[in-house]
């Protein structure tokens, strides 16, 4: 019994942690979309870079306020093809359906240019702000996905207890 508990135990404490900072995640994203149900007019005023990723920073009032948001994704990917004859790229950059920005990349890559063409200062796009504290918001859309990190916490968890659990029915027919 005591064998069972000390080869367990490490597999239940990183599990379960990892499992509540996943359902957290997933409750504070609710929650959020559940408050931001007002709508405003923002407008692109600057990008942000890094990452292979560029994201319009939309300006927006409220309240008699001004706040900025970064518009996020659900994902980003980048496809990069280098060429010799061709070393720089910057465009055939698009958002898809599913809210994934896709980026063309190159040797030399002008992220300035790739969000200018997508996004163009002063482009008008809603806003989603929660009336009680506007800086809560979402920018353009609001997501209907649950956010990849928690995803990621929550099957790691689960993996740790099954391990947990599986040790502690071995050890018990040993």
């Known amino acids: 019994m005591q064998t069972t508990i000390v080869m367990t135990a490490p597999f239940i404490l ?17 929650n959020k979309i559940q408050r931001c149900v007002a709508v405003t007019t923002g407008w692109v005023v600057d990008y942000k870079y890094g990452n292979d990723c560029v994201c319009p920073i939309l300006g927006y009032q409220a309240n008699g306020r001004n706040y900025k948001i970064t518009r996020k994704f659900r994902g980003i990917i980048t496809t990069t093809k280098i060429t010799p004859t061709n070393p720089y790229v910057d465009s055939g950059a698009y958002v898809s359906d599913k809210d994934v920005l896709h980026l063309k990349a190159g040797m030399v890559t002008n ?3 790739v969000a200018e063409r997508l996004w163009p200062k002063g482009t008008a796009m809603p806003v989603y702000y929660d009336p009680e504290n506007p800086s809560r918001a979402f920018a353009q859309r609001i997501p209907n996905y ?4 928690a995803i990621i916490l929550l099957a790691i968890g689960a993996v740790e207890l099954a391990a947990a659990f599986a040790i502690g029915i071995a050890l018990t027919f040993l």
């Open 14 to 30: 990183t599990g379960l942690p990892l499992i509540i900072v996943g359902l957290v995640i997933i409750a504070h994203q609710r």
């Open 111 to 113: 992220y300035r240019a």
């Open 146 to 149: 649950t956010p990849i990190l």
